[in-house]
């Protein structure tokens, strides 16, 4: 099994203080507890604001009410969405950002200003992650220890979920910490899975240092599991805080000016770099436009380099993907990695009000891609979750889901929580195993030797408890291995009488 977009080494990376309320007023009094019970803090991290209560069209929340509860420290207040935050006056002070900062690229990470031009203290996406390696480096032993406990925690969890090679798809910034762990873990021969790690790009200027990065990183972690052959590149945010790059405005903002980190010709550019180093890329795509915009780039590097173009490129995440481009995926051989545990039945979901129901009804199309013969490759990328962390991490659980479109039934909402449309998007159990074994090695250039039960292949083995196409489809989630075999060796569970 093979987790194509995973961030176990961001397990235990932050650390947040948690904070709620019901209401704006009653959010805000928690921040000043928080603060009042934390005065030694030099930084009010918290957690996590939610989204409809703040998020409508172009306005989001503003320094101001954090200003008027907290004035002398810096607050970073994380949305629940984790890609956009809100600041105190004091933290735009300390990151150094004020009014004549240039967005690292408008539309998409940026400062949000009001209408007179004042920063409101709403950060989105690579705007803010800049910031977290210089703010929030480990700055004590315990702090280190924590995420080195959880981070070999999670990996355990994986890998007795039956996972032997994962893609890691970043680690905003904390990449030396994260690596030289995983390094030391390698050499003692106690890194449980081949882990695929990787440089990303979420600001348009890191696309500079991504194969330096990358190079370095070989030189000082790679070892015999820990390798680094593809970048990663944001090129667009999240719906939620409306940095989607979008064929189409949002409903609810007409101020949206859709953008993409890096235009079809300077993506272009880069894929002939990475043409020349034989790197691959993988890229979050969100919007319809992102999706374009990356088939754009992958089509005129193919122009140039005809047979000689190494570099296979991933899509991950698709919410939308604009029909006339669902064809160019599979002819231009790209691969479409989905998280499928996120594709369940939300209720109240910001996204239906920004996005609209026609496009609502018509997100996530796994399946289409998938008889269309397109590679489409299956994920985790979990590494939040505090308790549910463990089952976000199953295989399983989004096999379930992808075969569904619904959640767990003991996580329903109302007594029939339907199916997410569209229902013909429903994968079957052969192509969500296809997904997670095959092509998620074909997706790591390890065809030839993981993804499936082939003379001369590595013997990565999994033995399930419980035959999946026997089980009742609303329990697949509950299943577990009793043994993984990784190289022909038992390293869970153990093999049956
Ligand atoms: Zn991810």
């Known amino acids: 099994m093979i987790d194509a977009h995973a961030h176990p080494g961001y397990v235990g990376v932050e650390e947040f203080g948690k904070v709620e309320g019901d209401t704006k007023e009653n959010l805000l009094a928690a921040v000043k507890e928080y603060a009042d019970e934390h005065p030694d803090d030099e930084w009010l991290r918290l957690c996590c604001w939610p989204t409809a209560m703040f998020v409508h069209g172009n306005k989001g929340p503003n320094k101001k009410e954090l200003d008027a ?17 809100w600041l105190n006056s004091r933290a735009l002070e300390v990151i150094g950002v004020d009014k004549n900062t240039p967005d690292p690229r408008p539309g998409l990470a940026t400062y949000v200003v009001d209408d007179e031009g004042e920063l409101t203290g709403w950060i989105k996406e690579g705007a803010g992650w800049q910031h977290f390696i210089d703010q929030f480096g480990f700055a004590d032993e315990a702090h280190k220890q924590s995420h080195e406990d959880k981070m ?9 979920n039956g996972i032997t090679t994962l893609y890691d798809a970043g680690n905003f910034g904390f990449e030396d910490q994260v690596y030289s762990l995983l390094a030391e873990l390698d ?9 695929e790690g990787t440089y990303q790009i979420y600001t348009p200027d890191r696309i500079h240092e991504a194969i330096p990065e990358m190079k370095r990183y070989r030189k000082e972690y790679a070892g015999q599991r820990l390798q ?10 999240i719906n939620e805080d409306h940095s989607g790059g979008m064929l189409k405005p949002y409903m609810d903002d007409a101020s949206y000016v859709a953008n993409t980190m890096l235009s079809a010709e300077e993506l272009r550019d880069f894929l002939m770099e990475l043409n020349k180093e034989k790197m691959d890329l993988h890229v979050h795509t969100i ?20 047979d000689d173009f190494y570099p296979r490129v991933t899509i991950a995440h698709l919410e939308l993907i604009d029909p006339s481009d669902l064809p160019r995926i599979k002819e231009l051989g790209v691969i479409c990695n989905f998280t499928p545990w996120w594709l369940g039945v939300n209720h109240d979901d910001v996204v239906e009000v920004s996005l609209g129901e026609e496009r609502y009804a018509n997100m996530y199309k796994p399946k289409s891609l998938f008889d269309m013969g397109a590679t489409v490759t299956f994920s985790s ?20 889901v992808g075969h569904t479109r619904q959640y767990p039934k003991e996580w329903w909402e109302t007594e029939d929580d339907g199916i997410r449309p569209p229902d013909n998007e429903r994968l079957s159990l052969e192509q969500l195993i296809e997904g997670y074994t095959r092509n998620g090695a074909y997706q ?4 030839n030797k993981i993804g499936s039960i082939e003379v001369g292949k590595l013997a990565d083995l999994v033995v399930l408890e419980k ?3 026997e089980v009742d489809r609303y329990e697949i989630w509950k299943v577990k291995p009793s043994t993984v075999m990784m190289e022909g060796e038992v390293i869970q569970g153990s093999l049956p009488e």
């Open 152 to 160: 070999k925690a999670a990996l355990q969890i994986l890998s007795a």
């Open 287 to 306: 919007g319809d436009l992102a999706v374009r915009t990356v088939l754009d780039a992958v089509e005129a590097a193919q122009a140039i380099a005809k």
């Open 467 to 469: 035959n999946l196409f």
């Open 69 to 85: 509860v907290v004035p002398d420290r810096p607050v970073w207040f994380v949305s629940e969405a984790w890609h956009d935050s």
């Open 187 to 195: 050499i003692e021969g106690r890194l449980p899975v081949r882990y």
């Open 228 to 237: 680094f052959n593809t970048v990663k590149l944001f090129m667009d945010g």
């Open 381 to 400: 990328d979990e590494w939040w979750g505090g308790d549910l962390l463990r089952t976000y991490l199953s295989p399983y659980l989004g096999m379930q």
């Open 444 to 447: 790591l250039r390890k065809e």
